[in-house]
């Protein structure tokens, strides 16, 4: 079974500060601390997208299919489905005020027609 990683716990290993390089490609957690220095486009392109999501980065690159096979090597799990991004900016923990709810008038059951007629087109 694969290992399954949450989006904090790969934001965590970006690089810095001696740290290993995990990206996500697909939904896939991958290592690839030992291929950066390697890389044909240079480490920073990787490193820029360390501890993220790289697929945008990665399909924009135009990688052949040797490169996404390349990647295979590197798999170290998946991403948890219902993980959180984790953001800088994210709302505050403090703010506890729940969202206004729109009330909605309880619908109505269905009144028969007082009319009796009906109207048919033919
Ligand atoms: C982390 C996983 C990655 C792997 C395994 C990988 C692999 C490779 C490989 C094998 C090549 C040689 C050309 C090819 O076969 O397509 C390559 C080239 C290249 N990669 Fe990546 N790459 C990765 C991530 C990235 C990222 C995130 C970017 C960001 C934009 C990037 C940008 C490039 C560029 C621009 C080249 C072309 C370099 C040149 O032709 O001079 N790569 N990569």
Redesign the pocket.
Known sequence: MSQIYQLSEVAENNGKKGKPVW?I?KGNV?D?TG??KN????ED??L??AGKD?TK??N?????S??VN??KK?KIGEVAINSQPTTANAAPTSATKSPTEQKLPPKEPMKPSSSSSFLCCC
């Open positions: 990206i490609y991958y690839v291929f950066v890389h044909p486009g240079g392109l990787i820029e997208v790289a980065a990665f924009g690159a135009g990688h052949s040797d490169a390349d990647l590197y």
